[in-house]
């Protein structure tokens, strides 16, 4: 902008002031053609835009010429720099001449204080936005285009008002809040999150009655108008109010998700009365309870914790967890205590980097992390107490419900669980689960034919369940009909129901197998042979070599037939009863080569996919393989983007484990190395150093057996890797040893050139650089003879890095310039935050402080992109420490603030030098 002084201002009517003089601004039209320029200042506008946004669907024929007149005015009248490219017209406006610029800047302040924990300084932030503010946005002129830009932004502004009603909340304002909200909430009668937070500030200023009255009045309105419930924030503030949880409660409204890990309950679950009585008993001891329901396979474990658990839920506001403990998996592979925390501490949204290795540390945080909270937490299909204990929280607000076919003795003599026995079903309940299933009707149809049913089943709750599916699919089937089936197939399948000959669970699921289609009965009996504890539908497919749609019919019919359960959308499990009566029907009815063809087709599917995602996670890999071709009928997953890529692996992890641990057992060496190598990655990301150290010695032993060099110099590298995450540094210098042996055999100087990286990485966090500095040296040389462009430009920074850290400023900036052009002009975004964080440390020691904050700065916005909240905050520590020394004092706090709430939020130690440098700077932490 040519003219100093210029000030404009759109948050209300348009003014532009000059040193405070206000400016004429000319005719209407000219008015409109500013406020359209301003409205997107500092961006080229296209003529036709422009034309659009003033005139809308009718321009005058003279439009083109109108617009060229109005930019000549405004140029004169203001003396701005309004400039005309081929991309359009421009309006310059410097930082602090327009207030819709400094409002957007103040919410920024306003938003990262409240997402470090600070929201008094959050709502400050948020008041001062607010205060820019004089009316709708360039009220008085109307334009189509600015009429739907004018109601963009009150929606913003409506935003950012929610956003400080929440903070002034959380900071204690709440009183001072109620009228504000209750005047808000009356002009927005729709808009949930006033109420919400309306419901909020009055409980916590002891009006829970009236709270609840607001939550009555929205929920009818909503119904009456809308014709829809509450959303979840809402009802949830419903749910702690009415349990004294909403008062005391500093969570925002709506923050954070609430773990709610229950499966669907049974829609037929009958009797057990005497049980859900025992059950409802420990709802009302304060000292915390835990539960221990023990009976045979089958007996209905699991759906009397669930269907209970799904009745008293609204009683445990803080969430409910589940997990399938798999302690009488066929496999003979119970799920270990460590996995199942690290699967609650995903549910509660740990960051991996916070989740620690140690199991007695895991499960410390665990209990930390549910110390006063009440939650509800099921542990189904336990092996044993020792299983169990683990998992225990020590928090008196929580409930533990325990499934088992063990008594779990143990758990009751030496932890207090209050035992709950369950039983076969008296007839009375089995005939009533009958009835709920196919139809009184057909009860009293025939009625001979319901005794024999329930005798053949022996009240087992399971076989009950599947022979009325069997029979509804059926309609057309006399009762009779099946009875004799029952009657007819009796003898095959061992009996898991404590030592009862009278349970014949084979007899009853060769009646559901028999309905099958041939298409479903032979998916049905592959799905023994995949051993995860779930299947996606596109897995499926690959292991039965059949289409998508083919392969979701068929799983559709044998979920009908309850001969798998849909456990989450898309993800099918099979009871492990089930499971052995399939693999029996396998080994009788299928030759060796099928069932082996149907195995390699289901770990080139999980194999292939995992690449694939891989790629998407990090497409310059340190050490790329080349997979043979999927066999034919394997139908990969295709992940769209770095965010579904990474879901999948989320999602499927416990899935890959096993596949590696199937294909070592059965001696599918190239499968196992393989898939452990596609499988590291995710696993480093996501903080699982001891399973990635698991499965890469699987690999080695794989990799040992083939006689395979090119697979043990990946395995010792990814298991070497693993170590240097662990500190394990003997062993990795001893697998690193191993990857130079074997890379030199193979005359493979990329190889080569990754172990010299991973071997200077492992002496970086031994703080032996000089060291460090030579094997990078000779990586570099090697990247650059092969042409290898990303190992080039890493290994520039890491010399730059080494340089830095041996006080050699000068030569550091000139590596790390180079690797930054080099990591330009390939597109390898994945490193250029590494890159930047190394430049930005550089210029702050030569004393360039300025050019550092733009490193910095630049390093965050990558670092944030891909998710890696660590070096987020440790590079925020130096931007404010760039700050800090530049004289920004308020600057450094800020970020410092913002890298104290990540380090906070990971359990990280790095914390406390953030909090060494707030105290002696004078900011105090607060």
């Given at each position: 902008?040519?003219?100093?002084?210029?000030?404009?201002?759109?948050?209300?009517?348009?003014?532009?002031?000059?040193?405070?003089?206000?400016?004429?601004?000319?005719?209407?039209?000219?008015?409109?053609?500013?406020?359209?320029?301003?409205?997107?200042?500092?961006?080229?506008?296209?003529?036709?835009?422009?034309?659009?946004?003033?005139?809308?669907?009718?321009?005058?024929?003279?439009?083109?010429?109108?617009?060229?007149?109005?930019?000549?005015?405004?140029?004169?009248?203001?003396?701005?720099?309004?400039?005309?490219?081929?991309?359009?017209?421009?309006?310059?406006?410097?930082?602090?001449?327009?207030?819709?610029?400094?409002?957007?800047?103040?919410?920024?302040?306003?938003?990262?204080?409240?997402?470090?924990?600070?929201?008094?300084?959050?709502?400050?932030?948020?008041?001062?936005?607010?205060?820019?503010?004089?009316?709708?946005?360039?009220?008085?002129?109307?334009?189509?285009?600015?009429?739907?830009?004018?109601?963009?932004?009150?929606?913003?502004?409506?935003?950012?008002d929610e956003d400080r009603l929440d903070?002034?909340?959380?900071?204690?304002?709440?009183?001072?809040?109620?009228?504000?909200?209750?005047?808000?909430?009356?002009?927005?009668?729709?808009?949930?999150?006033?109420?919400?937070?309306?419901?909020?500030?009055?409980?916590?200023?002891?009006?829970?009655?009236?709270?609840?009255?607001?939550?009555?009045?929205?929920?009818?309105?909503?119904?009456?108008?809308?014709?829809?419930?509450?959303?979840?924030?809402?009802?949830?503030?419903?749910?702690?109010?009415?349990?004294?949880?909403?008062?005391?409660?500093?969570?925002?409204?709506?923050?954070?998700?609430?773990?709610?890990?229950?499966?669907?309950?049974?829609?037929?679950?009958?009797?057990?009365?005497?049980?859900?009585?025992?059950?409802?008993?420990?709802?009302?001891?304060?000292?915390?309870?835990?539960?221990?329901?023990?009976?045979?396979?089958?007996?209905?474990?699991?759906?009397?914790?669930?269907?209970?658990?799904?009745?008293?839920?609204?009683?445990?506001?803080?969430?409910?967890?589940?997990?399938?403990?798999?302690?009488?998996?066929?496999?003979?592979?119970?799920?270990?205590?460590?996995?199942?925390?690290?699967?609650?501490?995903?549910?509660?949204?740990?960051?991996?980097?916070?989740?620690?290795?140690?199991?007695?540390?895991?499960?410390?945080?665990?209990?930390?992390?549910?110390?006063?909270?009440?939650?509800?937490?099921?542990?189904?299909?336990?092996?044993?107490?020792?299983?169990?204990?683990?998992?225990?929280?020590?928090?008196?607000?929580?409930?533990?419900?325990?499934?088992?076919?063990?008594?779990?003795?143990?758990?009751?003599?030496?932890?207090?669980?209050?035992?709950?026995?369950?039983?076969?079903?008296?007839?009375?309940?089995?005939?009533?689960?009958?009835?709920?299933?196919?139809?009184?009707?057909?009860?009293?149809?025939?009625?001979?034919?319901?005794?024999?049913?329930?005798?053949?089943?022996?009240?087992?709750?399971?076989?009950?369940?599947?022979?009325?599916?069997?029979?509804?699919?059926?309609?057309?089937?006399?009762?009779?009909?099946?009875?004799?089936?029952?009657?007819?197939?009796?003898?095959?399948?061992?009996?898991?129901?404590?030592?009862?000959?009278?349970?014949?669970?084979?007899?009853?699921?060769?009646?559901?197998?028999?309905?099958?289609?041939?298409?479903?009965?032979?998916?049905?009996?592959?799905?023994?042979?995949?051993?995860?504890?779930?299947?996606?539908?596109?897995?499926?497919?690959?292991?039965?070599?059949?289409?998508?749609?083919?392969?979701?019919?068929?799983?559709?019919?044998?979920?009908?037939?309850?001969?798998?359960?849909?456990?989450?959308?898309?993800?099918?499990?099979?009871?492990?009863?089930?499971?052995?009566?399939?693999?029996?029907?396998?080994?009788?009815?299928?030759?060796?080569?099928?069932?082996?063809?149907?195995?390699?087709?289901?770990?080139?599917?999980?194999?292939?996919?995992?690449?694939?995602?891989?790629?998407?996670?990090?497409?310059?890999?340190?050490?790329?393989?080349?997979?043979?071709?999927?066999?034919?009928?394997?139908?990969?997953?295709?992940?769209?983007?770095?965010?579904?890529?990474?879901?999948?692996?989320?999602?499927?992890?416990?899935?890959?484990?096993?596949?590696?641990?199937?294909?070592?057992?059965?001696?599918?060496?190239?499968?196992?190395?393989?898939?452990?190598?596609?499988?590291?990655?995710?696993?480093?990301?996501?903080?699982?150093?001891?399973?990635?150290?698991?499965?890469?010695?699987?690999?080695?032993?794989?990799?040992?057996?083939?006689?395979?060099?090119?697979?043990?110099?990946?395995?010792?590298?990814?298991?070497?890797?693993?170590?240097?995450?662990?500190?394990?540094?003997?062993?990795?210098?001893?697998?690193?040893?191993?990857?130079?042996?074997?890379?030199?055999?193979?005359?493979?100087?990329?190889?080569?050139?990754?172990?010299?990286?991973?071997?200077?990485?492992?002496?970086?966090?031994?703080?032996?650089?000089?060291?460090?500095?030579?094997?990078?040296?000779?990586?570099?040389?090697?990247?650059?003879?092969?042409?290898?462009?990303?190992?080039?430009?890493?290994?520039?920074?890491?010399?730059?890095?080494?340089?830095?850290?041996?006080?050699?400023?000068?030569?550091?900036?000139?590596?790390?310039?180079?690797?930054?052009?080099?990591?330009?002009?390939?597109?390898?975004r994945f490193d250029m935050g590494d890159?930047?964080?190394?430049?930005?440390?550089?210029?702050?020691?030569?004393?360039?402080?300025?050019?550092?904050?733009?490193?910095?700065?630049?390093?965050?916005?990558?670092?944030?992109?891909?998710?890696?909240?660590?070096?987020?905050?440790?590079?925020?520590?130096?931007?404010?420490?760039s700050r800090h020394a530049a004289g920004?004092?308020?600057?450094?706090?800020?970020?410092?603030?913002?890298?104290?709430?990540?380090?906070?939020?990971?359990?990280?130690?790095?914390?406390?030098?953030?909090?060494?440098?707030?105290?002696?700077?004078?900011?105090?932490?607060?």
């Open positions: 902008m040519d003219e100093p002084g210029l000030r404009f201002a759109i948050l209300g009517p348009l003014r532009v002031s000059r040193r405070g003089t206000p400016v004429r601004l000319g005719p209407v039209q000219q008015r409109v053609v500013l406020a359209v320029l301003l409205l997107r200042a500092n961006r080229p506008v296209a003529r036709q835009s422009l034309i659009d946004a003033v005139w809308g669907e009718e321009p005058p024929a003279y439009a083109v010429n109108l617009v060229q007149r109005h930019a000549s005015g405004l140029r004169r009248a203001l003396g701005v720099r309004l400039t005309w490219t081929d991309a359009g017209y421009t309006l310059t406006v410097p930082p602090g001449c327009l207030d819709l610029a400094e409002f957007e800047a103040a919410l920024g302040r306003a938003r990262a204080a409240r997402d470090g924990d600070d929201p008094a300084t959050a709502a400050g932030a948020f008041r001062a936005a607010a205060a820019l503010w004089r009316g709708p946005v360039c009220a008085g002129l109307s334009s189509p285009w600015l009429d739907a830009e004018r109601d963009r932004l009150a929606e913003v502004r409506l935003d950012a903070a002034e909340i959380s900071a204690g304002e709440h009183a001072g809040s109620i009228l504000e909200l209750r005047r808000l909430a009356a002009r927005h009668p729709l808009r949930e999150r006033l109420t919400t937070l309306l419901m909020l500030a009055l409980s916590r200023s002891g009006r829970q009655a009236d709270a609840l009255a607001v939550f009555t009045a929205a929920r009818t309105r909503l119904r009456d108008e809308l014709g829809v419930d509450p959303g979840e924030p809402m009802r949830l503030m419903h749910r702690r109010i009415l349990t004294g949880a909403g008062a005391g409660d500093t969570t925002p409204a709506g923050a954070g998700p609430v773990a709610a890990q229950l499966p669907r309950p049974v829609r037929e679950f009958v009797g057990r009365s005497g049980e859900l009585g025992c059950l409802d008993s420990l709802l009302d001891d304060d000292r915390g309870c835990l539960a221990a329901i023990s009976g045979t396979a089958g007996v209905g474990k699991t759906t009397l914790a669930v269907t209970w658990a799904h009745r008293v839920r609204h009683r445990f506001p803080d969430g409910q967890l589940y997990v399938n403990l798999h302690g009488f998996d066929p496999t003979g592979r119970a799920t270990e205590p460590a996995k199942a925390i690290r699967g609650f501490l995903d549910a509660l949204a740990v960051p991996p980097d916070r989740i620690p290795t140690d199991p007695e540390a895991l499960s410390a945080l665990y209990r930390s992390l549910l110390a006063d909270r009440r939650m509800l937490v099921l542990l189904d299909n336990a092996r044993d107490a020792a299983q169990v204990r683990p998992l225990l929280p020590g928090s008196p607000g929580c409930l533990v419900v325990v499934t088992s076919r063990d008594r779990l003795l143990g758990l009751v003599a030496g932890d207090g669980a209050y035992p709950v026995p369950l039983d076969l079903l008296p007839e009375s309940t089995a005939r009533q689960l009958l009835g709920r299933r196919l139809g009184d009707g057909s009860l009293r149809a025939e009625p001979s034919a319901i005794d024999e049913i329930i005798a053949g089943c022996a009240g087992l709750p399971l076989a009950l369940t599947v022979v009325a599916a069997r029979a509804a699919m059926s309609p057309a089937l006399p009762l009779s009909a099946v009875a004799g089936e029952l009657r007819e197939a009796r003898g095959n399948l061992d009996v898991f129901d404590g030592g009862d000959p009278a349970t014949d669970v084979r007899a009853v699921f060769a009646c559901s197998y028999e309905a099958l289609s041939s298409g479903a009965a032979c998916l049905f009996r592959l799905l023994s042979v995949h051993a995860g504890p779930d299947v996606s539908s596109r897995a499926a497919a690959s292991l039965a070599a059949e289409s998508p749609a083919a392969a979701r019919a068929g799983l559709a019919e044998l979920t009908r037939a309850n001969l798998v359960t849909e456990r989450a959308p898309g993800r099918f499990t099979m009871h492990d009863l089930l499971r052995a009566y399939a693999r029996e029907l396998t080994g009788r009815l299928d030759s060796p080569r099928f069932r082996q063809d149907a195995l390699v087709r289901v770990l080139d599917h999980y194999l292939h996919s995992a690449d694939r995602a891989g790629t998407l996670l990090l497409p310059h890999r340190d050490d790329p393989v080349t997979l043979p071709p999927p066999s034919p009928g394997v139908r990969p997953e295709q992940p769209d983007g770095h965010e579904a890529a990474g879901r999948w692996f989320t999602v499927e992890e416990p899935v890959l484990l096993a596949a590696v641990r199937q294909a070592s057992r059965e001696g599918h060496d190239r499968h196992t190395w393989q898939l452990a190598w596609a499988l590291a990655h995710p696993l480093f990301r996501r903080g699982h150093w001891q399973d990635a150290a698991a499965i890469g010695q699987a690999a080695l032993d794989a990799a040992r057996r083939l006689g395979d060099p090119r697979g043990l110099a990946v395995s010792h590298g990814g298991v070497a890797y693993a170590c240097i995450r662990l500190e394990r540094y003997h062993d990795a210098y001893l697998h690193l040893h191993e990857v130079f042996e074997l890379y030199r055999g193979l005359d493979d100087p990329i190889g080569m050139a990754h172990a010299h990286r991973s071997t200077a990485w492992a002496l970086d966090r031994q703080d032996r650089f000089r060291e460090a500095l030579t094997h990078v040296h000779r990586a570099l040389h090697l990247f650059r003879q092969a042409g290898h462009s990303t190992g080039e430009a890493r290994c520039l920074n890491a010399i730059g890095w080494f340089h830095y850290r041996l006080a050699d400023p000068e030569k550091a900036l000139d590596h790390c310039r180079r690797a930054l052009d080099l990591q330009e002009k390939i597109g390898d890159t930047l964080d190394s430049l930005g440390r550089i210029l702050h020691r030569l004393g360039r402080l300025g050019e550092a904050a733009d490193c910095f700065r630049q390093a965050i916005d990558l670092y944030r992109e891909l998710g890696d909240s660590y070096n987020t905050a440790d590079t925020s520590v130096s931007l404010g420490d920004d004092l308020d600057g450094a706090r800020e970020k410092w603030r913002t890298a104290l709430a990540i380090f906070e939020r990971l359990g990280h130690p790095d914390a406390d030098g953030v909090r060494a440098r707030m105290r002696e700077s004078n900011h105090p932490i607060d």
